[in-house]
């Protein structure tokens, strides 16, 4: 373990770890021009953010780039881990978790539904083999916490998980105080609308211009959030379609395209 463990203090804060769609921004091969520019904010790697939270470090989803983001925002420690669902881009950066039990001196609490939890018990297997205990530091450790659609606490947080669909699978999204994430959905349950009511701050799912069979577009993005009604809207998991600068012109006030790095206040 080392002498001091150096983390940046994100204490009421979110931090979006990663806005980019499951192929990441620039996506490989392609010579377009949001792939191969100089724009900062056009480099998106996959989806993720950490709330910074009283008592801790929340960490949702584990995305493949989760080692690179955690050390370009200097976040030193996470204390506890949620997932939205089981996709490969949220969730095969999990072996990156390995050192935060070793550094915290406990399993890491992770929850999840349990679609979530049977792909990480069959993508990480060796995690929960009976000897991988003997390896602390070697493999993550995880206390896997079964989550439903009833709010829970994190860290001394209150959590509200929120129902989404994204095309045929059951995601969630997630309320902390009157700050929302919801990534990767195309549809918003009846049941869910009550839930996102009153935000100051939305992070929403906004992949392209035209429509997807799994995720909003751009155009659909904006009709939830002048339906909401939040504070303001970022939009996240965007693919190589939408230039920040181009499309930043265009969007209603207070809607704007996040990006990988954006700081929010928690409320």
Not at 163 to 185: K, P, Q, S, W
Request: hydrophobic content about 35%; overall charge negative; some cysteine.
């Amino acid at each position: 373990m080392p002498q001091t463990i150096v983390s940046t203090d994100i204490r009421g804060q979110l931090v979006i770890l990663g806005t980019g769609t499951s192929v990441g921004v620039p996506m490989i091969g392609c010579g377009c021009g949001v792939c191969t520019s100089s724009d900062p904010r056009n480099k998106r790697t996959r989806c993720g953010v950490v709330f910074g939270l009283p008592e801790g470090n929340l960490l949702i989803d584990t995305p493949p780039e989760l080692r690179i983001q955690l050390l370009r925002e200097q976040i030193g420690l996470i204390h506890a881990t949620a997932y939205t669902h089981d996709h490969a881009d949220h969730l095969y950066g999990m072996d990156d978790l390995r050192l935060f039990p070793y550094y915290l001196g406990y399993p890491m609490p992770t929850y999840c539904e349990a679609q979530v939890e049977t792909r990480l018990r069959e993508a990480f297997a060796y995690c929960f083999e009976t000897r991988a205990h003997e390896y602390a530091g070697g493999v993550p450790q995880l206390e896997i916490r079964p989550i439903g659609l009833e709010p829970f606490t994190v860290l001394g947080t209150k959590v509200i998980p929120i129902r989404m669909e994204h095309g045929r699978f059951r995601v969630l999204g997630f309320r902390i105080g009157n700050v929302a994430y919801c990534t990767d959905t195309n549809r918003i349950p009846d049941e869910s609308w009550p839930l996102l009511e009153g935000l100051d701050v939305l992070i929403l799912d906004a992949l392209r211009y035209k429509p997807h069979p799994t995720h909003f577009s751009l155009d659909e993005a904006v009709a939830v959030a002048e339906r909401l009604h939040p504070r303001q809207t970022y939009l996240t998991h965007i693919s190589h379609d939408l230039d920040h600068e181009m499309v930043s012109a265009t969007l209603p006030p207070r809607i704007a395209l996040a990006y990988d790095g954006l700081k929010l206040p928690l409320t």
